[in-house]
């Protein structure tokens, strides 16, 4: 089992920055965030794989998110600048054993993120 607990949510103007956190327990080969909006399908916005430290972006957020680990204290983080109200979705942490699949094993409660 692996227990997540997301922080760091809230609210931004357009061009602001947030900063998402995520507690993990432990840290399997794989970490990621996921967003959904109402009436959306749920995205895998990043990854990263814990033991190289490799990630992946969807396009929306290339050149602004940057997903990152501290392995050490088994943490997770999504720093969003350049944000935009299209941004705006609960973000989940996520783990799993494999980055490339869209069925992972853990999630976070989430947390709310509202740009206008």
């Known amino acids: 089992q692996v227990q997540l607990v997301e922080s760091g949510g809230g609210s931004a103007q357009a061009g602001g920055s947030l900063r998402l956190s995520c507690a993990a327990s432990?840290?399997?080969?794989?970490m990621g965030w996921f967003r959904q909006a109402p009436g959306q399908e749920r995205e895998k916005v990043a990854t990263?794989?814990?033991?190289?430290?490799?990630?992946t972006y969807i396009d929306s957020v290339k050149g602004r998110f940057t997903i990152s680990q501290d392995n050490s204290n088994k943490m997770l983080y999504l720093q969003m600048n350049s944000l935009e109200p299209g941004d705006t979705a609960m973000y989940y942490c996520?783990?799993?054993?494999?980055?490339?699949?869209?069925?992972?094993?853990?999630w976070g409660q989430g947390t709310q993120v509202t740009v206008s």
């Open positions: 996520a783990a799993n054993m494999w980055c490339a699949t869209n069925w992972w094993a853990y």
């Open positions: 432990r840290f399997p080969s794989c």
């Open positions: 990263i794989t814990t033991s190289s430290g490799e990630t």
